[in-house]
């Protein structure tokens, strides 16, 4: 069974209901087969519309962003890197801070026990903003501006 037919079988919920129909309507296979490819791209125009609604959603936020970041205002341009500063420095207190101190405490022949910081809710945050560094990485290698 092909891409199509498992799209508009019977039983295929909606698409099955419309099958149907095609079928009373054309009774000649090859003009079902026309009017199924017309279903199938009036789905996939569906999908794109839909894909385009959240393309110019996410370019309407690149806008915002662009525009805070070229705030005179601290408070505007400067929360991003606050919170990419405020990541990195947890995640160096944990992979180099700690050991350094633990160090240089045994050093002094003082015993101590240092608690790494809880990463878990900043890595979403953190991973997210490299992430979108990434794609810019991407979109500047395929040669956008």
């Known amino acids: ?30 003009q079902q087969a026309q009017a199924r490819l017309q279903l199938l791209d009036m789905q996939q125009k569906g999908q794109l519309a839909e894909l385009d609604a959240q393309l110019k959603t996410q370019l309407a936020q690149l806008q915002v962003d662009d525009d805070e970041a070229k705030s005179e205002s601290v408070f505007k341009s400067g929360w991003r890197p606050f919170i990419g500063w405020t990541c990195g420095v947890a995640c160096g207190w944990n992979w180099l801070g700690i050991s350094v101190v633990k160090f240089g405490c045994s050093l002094a022949g003082v015993a101590v026990t240092i608690a790494p910081a809880d990463l878990s809710q900043m890595w979403p945050v953190l991973l997210g903003m490299l992430g979108l560094g990434g794609l810019r990485t991407w979109e500047k290698i395929q040669g956008a501006n």
């Open 1 to 30: 069974m092909g891409i199509i037919d498992s799209l508009v079988s019977p039983g295929g919920g909606v698409f099955g209901l419309i099958d149907d129909v095609v079928k009373r309507m054309w009774p000649d296979p090859a």
